[in-house]
């Protein structure tokens, strides 16, 4: 096992590491202004092996009881192990570990094997005043799962990872929380006549169940299949102040839905422990697909609006890219100047303005071609044209690798983050265009942005930028342009967040979003389940900024 602080910030697994292929490296050159040294170097390469200055801090009684309750092998105190659950996958916190920085790490990793465990170590840990954070597994970019007061990282994954109980009558299924996106899905599609969830966030292959509803997440097909608030029914949560479970009705007229509390806590009330959702039919074999090209992206959006508004079914992917990243898609898969190319410029789909749209639907094949009739013949009211299904299912083919790209950008020098936000359909034109003119402001950034979510009466827009650090100062620069975007956004009218969380990252910004009465009333509910304050504290969701 690698003992070096690049060990913990690489993403995902290992062997799928990737390099800088020459098509990348020739855009960062162009786009970015990197040097061949640039882009053969390894900046703030995390080479060095860990070491954690804060040993732990636990008496060595309370150490003792945790190992008589989960058992010596499920609680963890050394410090690889304590710095491998310090953090997420944040920008902040990936740069911090490629400069050797754990500031805070937790002082014991917990696995809990039961919720009965998880009922009493919560008991103790609130008898004790020790903090508690539930954790996953920690894909977060939002600083959610830090802990800057130490305490336990509660590890769901090792052992309440598992499915329950399927009701094929009722389509519902209950779920540990530490169950991974792969597994839970890989057991839904092969039970009996073979389920599907319908939830795949861009962070699914490492992600789990409690953490999609933790962070109230959205997938790549929640146009069609809703977010994940949308398919939960019930909830078992452990809060200081007791186990609360709710009954997975349909719906219900029983005062408030007790369980959406939990979704988007982030931690601070409870650990999830159970989650029942809902469940579709899995028929691949049905799914029809379509990729459009417009001319230009206000066209595309309208577009997207009208379909979505048409009261047809809508499709489950949906998905459009602006210019700059459908050029930038074009130019790193070899189309720019090619045949095909030169023929849609004459058509009017010229480089720099044109936008392209991935189309998915599910479920019944009649009605999927039906969709796929009603989208293309919209589309062409405003310029758009069907291209054919390769595209997006080229897309679908390396929709989760494209994460694997920011640990080579970052060795270059290349800051590389994104935002969401969520806007009307009034607003969101007025926001893409301002966040653009922000970002674009400073030398040498490539803005991507493309629309995933879509509903009646909006949809969110999803930032990647790109632009060379600051060597030497890169957090500052980074804290100072992230907070300027994040100001930009706001101000035009976007959600602070749409399905990342908020996090630390973005918890400053939370009494202006939701007012004095409404932080007034998250704290009083907090106080509530959580006394003294014990899960996740500092200021996640801005609950305890004071």
């Excluded at 092996?49 to 499920?74: I, K, M, T, W, Y």
């Excluded at 679908?396 to 800051?415: F, H, K, N, T």
């Excluded at 979003?513 to 106080?527: D, F, N, V």
Aim: glycine content about 8%; some cysteine; charged content about 20%.
């Amino acid at each position: 096992m690698e003992t070096t602080y690049r060990s913990l910030l690489t993403w995902g697994e290992p062997e799928k590491a990737q390099s800088l292929d020459q098509a990348i490296r020739e855009l960062a050159r162009a786009r970015l202004g990197l040097s061949a040294e640039d882009l053969e170097g390894k900046h703030l390469e995390g080479l060095e092996p860990v070491r954690l200055d804060r040993p732990c801090q636990l008496p060595a009684s309370f150490v003792e009881a945790l190992r008589a309750l989960h058992g010596p092998e499920n609680v963890k105190t050394d410090d690889l192990c304590r710095a491998r659950f310090a953090h997420a996958k944040h920008y902040q916190e990936l740069l911090r570990l490629r400069m050797g920085q754990i500031l805070s790490p937790p002082d014991a990793v917990v696995s809990p094997r039961s919720e009965a465990e998880v009922e009493e170590l919560v008991r103790l840990c609130h008898r004790e005043g020790v903090p508690l954070v539930p954790m996953g597994g920690r894909s977060s970019v939002t600083r959610a799962t830090e802990t800057p007061k130490g305490g336990i990282a509660l590890d769901m994954t090792k052992h309440m990872n598992k499915v329950l109980e399927i009701s094929e009558k009722s389509l519902t299924v209950r779920v540990q929380a530490g169950m991974y996106g792969p597994a839970f899905e890989g057991y839904l599609n092969h039970f009996n006549t073979g389920y599907t969830c319908g939830h795949f966030p861009q962070s699914f292959e490492h992600s789990t169940v409690g953490g999609w509803v933790a962070a109230k997440g959205a997938g790549q097909a929640s146009t069609g299949y809703g977010r994940i608030d949308d398919m939960v029914l019930a909830l078992r949560v452990v809060t200081p102040s007791g186990t609360i479970a709710t009954k997975p009705y349909p719906a219900s007229a029983q005062g408030w839905d007790l369980h959406r509390l939990f979704i988007g806590s982030e931690g601070t009330l409870g650990v999830i422990t159970e989650v029942t959702l809902k469940i579709r039919a899995f028929l691949p074999q049905n799914t029809a697909y379509a990729t459009l090209l417009f001319k230009n992206f206000a066209g595309a959006v309208e577009a997207m609006r009208q379909i979505v508004q048409s009261q047809y079914a809508p499709p489950h992917l949906f998905r459009l890219s602006d210019p700059e990243e459908t050029e930038v898609a074009f130019r790193l898969k070899g189309f720019d100047d090619s045949f095909n190319d030169r023929l849609l410029q004459t058509l009017g789909f010229h480089q720099g303005q044109r936008c392209i749209m991935f189309v998915g639907c599910e479920g019944d094949k009649n009605k999927n071609k039906a969709l796929v009739r009603h989208i293309s013949r919209l589309a062409r009211r405003f310029d758009g044209i069907y291209i054919g299904e390769k595209p997006t299912r080229k897309w679908l083919e390396q929709r989760y690798a494209s994460a694997y790209l920011r640990d080579p950008l970052m060795d270059a020098g290349v800051m590389t983050d994104t935002i969401e936000t969520a806007a009307t359909w009034d607003q969101l034109l007025t926001i893409w265009e301002e966040a653009r003119s922000y970002l674009k402001a400073r030398p040498k950034t490539i803005c991507m942005t493309h629309i995933s979510h879509v509903y009646e009466n909006g949809a969110n827009l999803y930032f990647t930028f790109l632009s060379p650090m600051a060597k030497g100062k890169e957090l500052l620069d980074y804290q100072s342009y992230h907070k300027g975007l994040v100001n930009t956004l706001t101000h035009y009218g976007g959600s602070l967040s749409h399905h990342h969380g908020v996090g630390r990252a973005l918890a400053a910004w939370m009494p202006q979003e939701i007012g004095p009465a409404g932080m007034a009333l998250m704290k009083a509910i907090k106080q509530h389940l959580d006394p003294k304050g014990i899960m996740n504290p500092g200021n996640v969701l801005g609950l305890d900024e004071a």
